[in-house]
RNA sequence: GCGCUCGUAGCUCAAUUGGAUAGAGCAACGGACUUCUAAUCCGUAGGUUGCAGGUUCGAGUCCUGCCGGGCGCACCA
């Protein structure tokens, strides 16, 4: 239920309550609620239709036509709906479609400009306390564009979701406990030996490549040769810590950094060794002990998640006493509930989709809904380097990392392009061709609309043109408008633009609602489009006074619903190209 | 083998969660700048929505079975 006064909106309730009535006497009342407005594909089918008849036919055992005829009437002689609606129709197998009043049009502009920066914004029926954790990378690298892939998806369903009337905590859980922060420190303490000519050697397991050594070089800048004792024959565990600790610290440094540079920012890090030094962890699995869940067997201590649906129990603690990575994430997930989260959202990517079940197992085991917890699946990227597909892997060299994408093509191209396709399709990215082809990325074409928008508004508000030229004399035929309060029509252009932008705020509510940014950017594609035709069919400042200032409010309404389009997937809309 | 997931124009993707004649952008071809920004607009061409059934007034969308791609199936994370 929107907070906000939205035409469509008011129109779709005013239906609703007229239809209400009707539909009790057809046995079908309920359906009421569920009637939406549609667009229909073609403008002969008027600005709106709604398909209810044909729904409820089946329901009250009468042809969808003769249903639709009634209703129609109900429609037309409803005093509500008067003011809006110029004439229906019935058409197809059973439609009802409907005309509205240009003035009642017009009217929406007006109230859309009202509202200025809360145009779209709504408060759901139920507004939730949201948990958003999202891109979570291992801080013993540098974000790659499988990263940048879940940052833009992430960071835009933030965006939108808190712009939707929900209050967003976006969260980076920090992996640093366990073995690959292990391995990670003796690599840069090996590292670290050979930057200071003492020849230390990278253990088997260790990192190569050539990032760890940029994080030794960073450490032995700061540092100095103050660990120089404390590396042979083997690095002391003393040393070890510190390099473990030191190295997390500028990873994530880095890891912000670019992230920030990337429009990316997190209300929140969480750090995974603290859930241990805090003694959740223990306090976690002892909860799950206490319950009968957990059991040990074979010298290890498992999780019974068979109960609630998994293929497999699964370990918590290890035969050697280390705890799993599993253990870690029950015990933070619990730490997330107890911070009062109504809903917890993890992003992951498809490559942990194996995960999910055992997760909600451990919900189930300690008690909790598992609806709560909603795994996004993101999948994953693909290259495309000489025209070979290549998984991107560290080891291999097949990557490309956040910054180089960023070099590449920019922020604003780079982040629609990673939303623009659904997070739930895999992705081949080809560098060089998006190199290339940066130009042509469609962020532009609506970016330029935006541009050309403020172009305009300059333009009036210096009072240049506005009103001094030829008056109507340019005006497609069939322009009859005059000024604010007299009777007026549309062209099929503004009619366009106006349907359009009223759009916007179901787009919001559809794209939280569905967790799909990528409906902001094909809308503000096609935003973008209607307003192009407009602007090449009806000019603005060189129209007659009244025909122009009703035009310079569509230009501003046009400009607000694309920067906040833009906004909303986090892309700028700059006011000139 | 089992599980999850995706197959839509030559390419990259949409399609208001079951609606009317499946739409955009690139790429191709032909037009429009003495004009509020030509990073734009107009037009042409491009499709058996992987295949086969089913559900109903109606299916790209839901169900079943195949085919193909991706990802998983650890006391790794």
Redesign the pocket.
């Known amino acids: 239920m929107p907070e906000i006064a939205d035409f469509l909106f008011q129109i779709t309730s005013l239906i609703r309550e007229t239809a209400a009535q009707r539909l009790a006497e057809w046995g079908c009342g309920e359906l009421a609620d569920g009637i939406?407005l549609?667009?229909?594909?073609?403008s002969k089918?008027?600005d709106y239709?709604t398909?209810i008849a044909?729904?409820a036919?089946?329901r009250a055992k009468r042809p969808?036509r003769e249903l639709a005829s009634q209703l129609a009437d109900d429609f037309s002689a409803a005093r509500t709906l008067q003011p809006l609606l110029s004439h229906t129709e019935i058409?197809?197998?059973g439609?009802i479609?409907f005309f509205l009043r240009p003035a009642a049009l017009a009217g929406a502009v007006q109230t859309g400009i009202t509202l200025g920066a809360r145009f779209g914004s709504s408060l759901p029926a139920a507004p939730e306390k949201i948990l958003l954790e999202f891109v979570s990378a291992?801080p013993t690298g540098t974000l790659h564009v499988g990263h940048a892939r879940y940052a833009a998806y992430g960071d835009a369903l933030r965006r939108i979701l808190e712009f939707a009337g929900h209050d967003v905590t976006s969260e980076f859980y920090i992996?640093d406990y366990?073995?690959?922060m292990e391995i990670f420190g003796r690599t840069l303490a090996a590292r670290y030996a050979q930057e200071l000519g003492l020849g230390g050697k990278i253990p088997d397991e260790g990192y190569q490549g050539e990032y760890p050594r940029h994080v030794a070089k960073l450490i032995a800048e700061e540092a100095g040769d103050r660990f120089a004792g404390e590396m042979t024959p083997e690095p002391t565990p003393a040393a070890l810590s510190f390099f473990r600790q030191r190295g997390c610290e500028l990873v994530l440094g880095e890891m912000r950094a670019e992230l920030e540079r990337f429009r990316v920012g997190f209300d929140s890090w969480f750090s995974e060794s603290r859930l241990y030094s805090s003694g959740e962890a223990e306090a976690a699995i002892e909860e799950l002990k206490r319950a009968g869940e957990a059991v040990e067997r074979?010298?290890?201590l498992w999780l019974l998640t068979t109960r609630y649906g998994d293929?497999k129990d699964?370990?918590l603690i290890?035969?050697?006493g280390?705890p799993?990575?599993?253990a870690s994430d029950i015990a933070y997930h619990r730490d997330k509930l107890e911070r009062g989260y109504d809903r917890l959202i993890n992003i992951w990517g498809?490559?942990?989709?194996?995960?999910v079940p055992r997760m909600k197992a451990a919900f189930e085991a300690l008690a909790h809904d598992p609806e709560r917890l909603e795994i996004i699946?993101g999948?994953?990227v693909n290259l495309i380097q000489m025209g070979e597909r290549r998984?991107m892997s560290k080891r291999a060299g097949t990557m490309v990392t956040l910054a180089e994408l960023v070099d590449g093509i920019g922020v604003d191209a780079a982040r629609f392009f990673l939303v623009?396709?659904?997070h739930?399709?895999?992705?081949?990215l080809d560098m060089e061709k998006a190199k290339l082809?940066s130009?042509?990325n469609?962020v532009?074409?609506v970016q330029?609309a935006h541009?050309?928008i403020?172009?305009?508004l300059r333009?009036s508000e210096t009072g240049g043109?506005a009103g001094v030229e030829t008056g109507g004399e340019e005006e497609p035929a069939g322009a009859t408008q005059t000024a604010a309060g007299g009777p007026f029509s549309l062209q099929p252009q503004e009619r366009e633009l106006i349907l359009k932008q009223a759009?916007f705020p179901?787009v919001v509510r559809?794209a939280a609602?569905?967790r799909?940014p990528?409906?902001l950017t094909?809308y503000a594609?096609e935003l973008a489009?209607v307003f192009?035709?407009f602007?090449?069919n009806?000019?603005?400042?060189?129209a007659d006074p009244g025909t122009a200032a009703f035009r310079l409010d569509l230009c501003r309404l046009t400009r607000y619903v694309i920067a906040r389009s833009l906004d909303l997937v986090g892309v700028a809309a700059p006011?000139?190209?």
Do not use: W
Not at 38 to 42: L, M, Q, V, Y
Not at 424 to 428: G, K
């Open positions: 939406e549609e667009r229909p594909a073609i089918h008027g239709s398909n044909l729904v036919a089946g969808p058409a197809g197998p439609f479609n291992n992996n366990g073995t690959q074979e010298g290890a293929d699964r370990v290890r035969g050697s280390e799993t990575y599993f498809a490559d942990h989709h194996g995960y699946i999948q994953l998984q623009d396709r659904s739930d399709t895999t992705l081949d082809k130009e042509e469609p532009y074409y330029y541009a050309r403020c172009s305009i333009k043109e759009d179901a559809a609602i569905t799909s990528q409906r094909t594609r489009a192009h035709v602007y090449h009806c000019p603005v400042l060189r006011e000139k190209m």
